[in-house]
């Protein structure tokens, strides 16, 4: 064993940098799952990252004190099978058919964003399913705590009838009270578990997508022909990189995951609802369902304004790129007052569109902050005016506990639509981008330089 392993420091090796040697770090690479027999557990517990954690208590932490990157995440490994995908797609599609032609076209005006999207998921479909099904494990689990606060709450009606007179509670149903209260206490613990793996599968996802993208836009810039680099503005390019690769990774974590959890955690928990307070589920149903349409209006004008933000924010990132380029120039002539001016009134144009559309913002998160709420006191309302007899405690925690669980994914969910929607943006902004037309190269034959 080395002498840096023995004093818990990475190890080091010498490399020679223009002919003098200079040791290089190796920082640890965190545990893989089936590393060694005890593995698992520290993988599952995150019981790996606790030194680092003690460590970072202790005292600042060094470059060489991190974990490396995993080999999956680095760029190297992952944008040569990215690349390829969509170089065949988009090849595939231009010599297709005549529908396939008339869809690449609409790709090359930014019009449509399927052969970037196709290229991320058939690259990470299964990083993709593999951490939205462990979500939905964990959507499934939140369920347990409810169901079991039933029984529990039903127990308990029934030990006081018999602590006034009534039938006595037999011992199994004690036995199955603790059963139910184990339940309640292992259902989050075994949930917690689950979306932490789901977490961490879709942000290695999302930073691989980020590396992918952001090395093709690199590598794109520059095999632009000349005719495409004077179409293609700096600040496009740069806002490319930032704004539009941030919203997809934004996308893909957190908010991908909502647009297939939220939906069948609403559904589970309406009918689940359906056998706690009957008909007057489709009474919160209704209240829930006229919201929808407000809230897709809201979506819309939002989004429509922050694609039009956009093309202002590409703009000013250009106007700002010539100022600091010829910054010198400026200066001699005294143009500081025009490009100025030239620099406001873009930003100006940028904040208008970002005012119009936080009211479209503010109130869709309104709406989706209160109706959950008023659909929980209407349905309680309503049915505890018409069925007062059925209106048992059991029903009224169950009922709130599902409302409750509700509330979760009818807030972000429309979040998400609204991230989908950026990401779409980002991605037809990305595609006509990849599509632009790249310099031809030329190999000339040495021996026949005019052949």
Known sequence: MSKGALNGRPEQEEVTVIGHPVAAVQNPKPPKFNERFWSPISYIFYLWYSPLLTLGYKRTLQYEDVFDTPDVLKTAS????????????????????????KKFEEAKEGKAARYLLKTIIGQHKGRILFAMTVQLCYAGLSFVGPIMLKNIVQFLTASDIAEAGGPPVPQSAVNKAWLYAMGMFLAPVVGTLAAAQANRIAIGTSVMIRSEITATIYRKALSLSTRSRQATETGRVVNLMSADVNSLQMFFYPFASQLLTGPATLITALV?????????TFIGLAILMLSTPATAFFLKKFTGFRREMLKHTDQRVKLMNQLLVGIRVLKMYAWESAQEAALLEVRRKELGELRKG??????????LFSA?????????????SVEPDAFQPANVFTAISLFAIMRFPLIFLPFALIQFANALVSMRRLTQFFMLEDRKEIVLDKENPWY
């Not at 689940?272 to 007057?280: G, N, R």
């Open 372 to 384: 959950p709420l008023l659909s929980m006191v209407v349905c309680f309302i309503v049915y505890g």
């Open 78 to 101: 992952v944008y040569p099978g990215f690349a390829a995908r969509l170089q065949r797609l988009l090849k595939e599609a231009e010599n297709g058919g005549e529908k396939a032609k």
């Open 358 to 367: 936080v009211p479209y913002r503010v109130g869709m998160q309104a709406l």
């Open 272 to 280: 689940l609802l359906w056998f706690q307070i009957k008909w007057a």
